[in-house]
């Protein structure tokens, strides 16, 4: 029963380090993404993709990057994390079979100090 | 991008009182779709709303779709604390790009 998966759940970094959330989902789902959720902003969409070797950036993609090498993993990377980028972040999954249904993993708390 | 104004922002009730909350778009969604968030939690789905007009019930959930697709309502009847939460709304545009709301914060008085 495990869904869509997000690990870390929490992690503080240094401005300027790398770090890379890692997401995998067992649904065998074709689309995936990641938002980032800030106070009272709802949730934004930083990048997704939709299938295995196709990505494409949402409404805010600068400073992440993501590959998408497996159907089950979409990792999503900070390159050189900013203050400005300490926020939730979620990875979430849709498959054709099921609809408009979006499942959202539990979400990872990243500081950046 | 494109904008969800959801209000209310956030709401303080007493317990068994009924909720509205709405969700409105300068632009048409093709589907719109309620979410729950519960503290450290991801947002889980609620209800799901496919036509304009389309009126659909969750236990004491109930959402509608629009006429113009450019709003939606959730509503919540006899609400319990457990209701406590952050609502979302959500839609789908013509380019199949899920945008949400800023969401509407409950809080329930026993």
């Known amino acids: 029963n495990a869904g869509v998966t997000q690990t870390p759940k929490f992690q503080v970094l240094k401005t300027g380090q790398s770090m890379t959330l890692q997401c995998a989902q067992d649904m065998n789902h074709e689309y995936m993404s990641w938002y980032r959720q800030d106070p009272g902003m709802g949730l934004r969409l930083i990048h997704y993709s939709v299938g295995a070797g196709i990505t494409d950036q949402g409404e805010v993609p600068n400073g992440y990057n993501v590959s998408r090498s497996t159907t089950e993993d979409f990792p999503l990377r900070l390159l050189s994390a900013a203050p400005s980028q300490t926020s939730v972040y979620f990875c979430?999954?849709?498959?054709?079979?099921?609809?408009?249904?979006?499942?959202f993993g539990e979400g990872s708390w990243l500081t950046v100090v | 991008g494109q904008q969800l104004n959801q209000s209310p922002q956030s709401m303080f009730i007493q317990e068994g009182e009924d909720v509205s909350m709405n969700c409105t778009s300068s632009s048409i969604f093709n589907t719109w779709l309620w979410y729950k968030q519960d503290p450290g939690e991801g947002p889980v789905l609620l209800i799901a709303l496919y036509k304009a007009g389309e009126l659909t019930s969750n236990g004491r959930l109930t959402a509608q779709f629009g006429i113009t697709r450019k709003d939606s309502f959730l509503n919540i009847s006899a609400s319990i604390p457990s209701d406590v939460g952050i609502y979302f709304c959500a839609g789908y545009n013509a380019g199949n790009m899920l945008t949400f709301g800023g969401g509407t914060r409950l809080m329930v008085k026993p």
């Open positions: 979430a999954s849709r498959g054709s079979m099921s609809g408009n249904t979006i499942y």
